[in-house]
């Protein structure tokens, strides 16, 4: 059997796009061209490639072949949750083993949340990732997903405190001596006291350093729990050796040795209190997914046969009636079908205020009706409700890793080898220079403990884990951490107008005839009501709702009915085409609308909307009227560009409507600049201009898109960070890094401030972080510092990290409109 034999890997792909044998050949190809691949087959019933490689063969080679070659290999996504981490190195010992699994592409594991997301190109067995955790010396598990049954009321849970308080007890009359010297007072415990008391903290309550210390040597690896366990251990062995020295030459003339076994076991307390402490910080920044998860009921009131019976939620399916008594949560998504009430959605929302609910309306599980009772039809139970699409998105980004993040990986990658090389080198140093060994180990055992990494693992995590919790309580959701992180530097914000802006339900203000008599108003109404009416467009539905206000008018049904993108609406009606659209499209169709442009044009100063009808008869065109839109502004818009100017952050409008209505709007809310006519294409280009046009020192301008619409997509795509309303459309929330659960638009503002506060934290964070280290090492090496005090510092590190970014807690909505300083 050969080296490559021995060191060989299996990969199984899943393939789409594969339609003949002539794609399996290809595709077999591809993959036999990877270096490192030694064979390869395709199956086209199952669609799935299997291929035999060495090695330094990863998945993320093989589905680059595969996608070279024209075809697209199927990713699958897992989590899990792992335990016995303890600082950073151990977060890289973890993502090195799941990496090392075939088919894994990416990893990423989050030392704050305990969890591992993976990516995988195939399909990879859980039991498969869960044995590579666990060969790397940790514990792992099926994390569970939101909306399932298991987890509706997981609560944090804090770590036990007895081992903490025993090993205090234990330690307390062991350094008691040295606490009484400045007093006069002069107490010395017999060795054998000392010995008594200090092996169980060092041996039972210290375990578990000595287990995952263990652990990382058998990965040839290293951690917290390996510097904790040789520091600790070199202090109480000097000690058993000095005694037990001591006690073979009892006849000996010489001063009683001075032992250490305070040391040791003041050490493994202070690092234990340290962790206690440090765990029950980072469960508080968990409050956020704790709390929504809470929002669940463990049953709900459903309607069959007539009667209304109390099932349990894992009962309910989709189409049952749900009956909701005053002051009950809401258990499932769904629509109003019979009562009248308020809801309170401030858990979801962030929206104080109750909202009205009537038949039509649509409610989300975990809101709490207030008053009234109502029979709601469920839309989706358990995983699908927005309740657990928004935990699913809070724990996304706070398991993502903050590109920031990398050179902390990088630094961790050498931190321990580099610790322990530093120990040695200080252990030598004073024992051969100095002479004096006894002082030597005790430097030694100082800058192992003083060492620890758990600090710089935290630094990053715990910022985004509170930061984007307290923003999911305020109604704003971050996607990843990666938008978190590019926020804070966005210098200019792009608006949508309809919808965004205004409340995006225009109506009907105006109509007039080209020509009297040709055509009534009535007649206007009625076709344009005819070509709208299966629209969904803010305008369309302004029709609609003039129509049906006006009594007697007659109802015309359309065929043929198209929507042309960026221009309006046609349609054949009793034999006729008509066109309804934008004055530019009237220009395209080159109809004559001198008739009425002077009304146009003080319609558009007034900022209204226009909609030209016309028939077209072939190649000629004529203008039938005119029908003008008024939107209102929303009562936060105002407040959402001053606040952003506030922060220095140009403002910008892109609007498909004319320049009249667009200058209207802008001059109203003071906002900087505007687009008018962008038809929903070019909108993706007016981001890329704006990028450039904003940008200074070589550098090109960093630009938030807001937008709440279909059309609004490519340009929440195209710009740095996507800023979308749930307000608006499924399409939109989706191509956005950050959804604002209500149509405030002020909360954009509020979501560029939270991101400037957490990434602020971060850096204090990893500042301190590298601080502790960058002194304390070298103090400890130069023996100014002592062990128990190296400990103290190295508890007092990881604690201070985690209580800086649990500050963010504090932070409220809308203080960037008052001008609040973080």
């Not at 008594?325 to 929302?349: C, I, N, Y």
Request: proline residues 5%; hydrophobic residues 50%.
């Amino acid at each position: 059997m050969t080296s490559t034999s021995l060191t060989a890997r299996e990969f199984s792909l899943d393939i789409e796009g594969m339609s003949c044998a002539s794609c399996v050949n290809r595709v077999e190809k591809a993959l036999r061209a990877v270096p490192g691949v030694t064979d390869a087959a395709v199956n086209l019933a199952t669609e799935r490639a299997t291929a035999q490689a060495t090695s330094g063969v990863d998945a993320a080679q093989l589905a680059a072949a595969v996608e070279k070659a024209g075809y697209r290999v199927k990713a699958s996504h897992a989590e899990l949750d792992i335990a016995g981490m303890t600082c950073a190195s151990c977060v890289t010992r973890v993502e090195k083993a799941l990496k090392k699994v075939p088919g894994v592409s990416a990893v990423s594991v989050n030392l704050a949340t305990e969890t591992a997301s993976i990516s995988m190109l195939g399909d990879i067995p859980l039991p498969s990732l869960i044995a590579a955790v666990e060969k790397a010396g940790y514990q792992a598990s099926t994390h569970a997903q939101p909306g399932d049954a298991t987890r509706k009321k997981e609560t944090p849970t804090l770590p036990s405190w007895w081992p903490v308080a025993l090993s205090a007890a234990l330690s307390l009359p062991l350094v008691l001596p040295m606490l009484l010297i400045p007093f006069g007072i002069r107490l010395e415990l017999p060795p054998l006291w000392q010995w008594l008391l200090a092996t169980p903290v060092q041996f039972w309550l210290g375990w578990r350093f000595y287990r995952a210390g263990w652990g990382a040597l058998r990965a040839l690896s290293g951690n917290m729990d390996l510097l904790v366990a040789l520091g600790t251990s070199a202090a109480y062995g000097l000690s058993l050796y000095q005694w037990l020295g001591a006690q073979a030459m009892p006849g000996h003339a010489m001063a009683a040795p001075h032992l250490y076994f305070e040391s040791s076991a003041v050490v493994i307390t202070l690092v234990l209190l340290g962790k206690w402490l440090e765990t029950r910080a980072k469960r508080q920044t968990a409050d956020a997914i704790a709390a929504l998860n809470a929002l669940r009921p463990d049953r709900a009131r459903v309607r069959r046969d007539g009667r209304d019976v109390e099932v349990a939620l894992a009962e309910v399916r989709v189409g049952d009636l749900v009956v909701l008594r005053a002051g009950e949560r809401v258990p499932v998504d769904g629509v109003v079908r019979e009562g009248r009430s308020h809801l309170d959605e401030a858990m979801l929302t962030g929206e104080s205020r109750p909202q009205d609910k009537e038949p039509g309306d649509k409610v989300s599980a975990g809101s709490i009706n207030a008053d009234g009772v109502l029979l709601v039809e469920t839309t989706a139970v358990g995983a699908e409700t927005v309740l657990a699409q928004i935990v699913r998105m809070v724990e996304q980004a706070q398991a993502t890793k903050a590109p920031i993040q990398r050179l902390v990986d990088r630094v961790c990658a050498f931190f321990v080898p580099a610790v322990l090389v530093l120990a040695l080198a200080t252990l030598l140093g004073w024992g051969l220079y100095a002479g004096d060994w006894e002082q030597a180990l005790l430097n030694a055992v100082a800058v192992l403990v003083i060492a620890c990494p758990c600090a710089l693992g935290l630094a990053t995590p715990t910022a985004i884990m509170a930061g984007t919790g307290v923003a999911a309580r305020h109604g704003i959701l971050i996607k990843d951490a990666q938008a978190l992180e590019i926020a804070h530097r966005i210098n200019v914000v792009a608006f949508d107008k309809t919808g965004t802006l205004t409340v995006g339900r225009p109506r009907l203000t105006e109509l007039h005839a080209a020509h009297e008599g040709q055509a009534s108003q009535d007649r206007m109404l009625a076709l344009a009501a005819a070509l709208q009416a299966s629209s969904e467009h803010p305008l369309g539905r302004a029709v609609l709702d003039a129509a049906a206000a006006r009594e007697g008018l007659p109802q015309t049904p359309a065929t043929e009915v198209r929507s042309v993108p960026g221009r309006g609406i046609e349609g054949v009606v009793d034999g006729h085409r008509y066109c309804l659209g934008s004055s530019r499209w009237m220009q395209e169709l080159q109809a004559p609308t001198q008739a009425l442009e002077q009304r146009a044009n003080e319609l558009q100063q007034q900022g209204r909307t226009l909609s030209w009808l016309a028939r077209k008869d072939g190649e000629r065109a004529e203008i039938l009227g005119l029908l003008a839109f008024g939107d209102a502004v929303k009562p936060g818009a105002a407040d959402a560009v001053r606040s952003l100017q506030r922060l220095g952050i140009a403002t910008v409008m892109l609007t498909g409507d004319n320049r009249g209505a667009a200058q209207q709007v802008a001059a109203q809310l003071g906002i900087d600049d505007f687009r008018a006519e962008v038809l929903p294409a070019d909108k993706a280009q007016a981001v890329d201009a704006l990028r450039a046009q904003n940008g200074s020192g070589g550098k090109p301008a960093v630009v938030a898109m807001v937008g709440d619409g279909i059309n609004d997509a490519p340009a929440l795509a195209a710009a740095d960070v996507g800023i979308a309303m749930s307000t608006g459309t499924d399409v939109a929330m989706q191509a956005a890094g950050i959804t604002l659960m209500h149509g405030d638009p002020s909360l954009a503002a509020d979501a560029i401030d939270i991101s400037r506060r957490t990434y602020g934290k971060i850096r204090q964070n990893l500042f301190w972080a590298f601080i502790y280290n960058l002194v304390g090492i070298p103090l400890a090496a130069f023996g100014l510092l002592n062990p128990m005090l190296a400990g103290a510092a190295m508890a007092f590190s990881s604690v201070s990290v985690v209580s800086n970014a649990l500050l963010l807690r504090r932070w409220k909505a809308h203080q960037a409109k008052h001008g609040v300083k973080a």
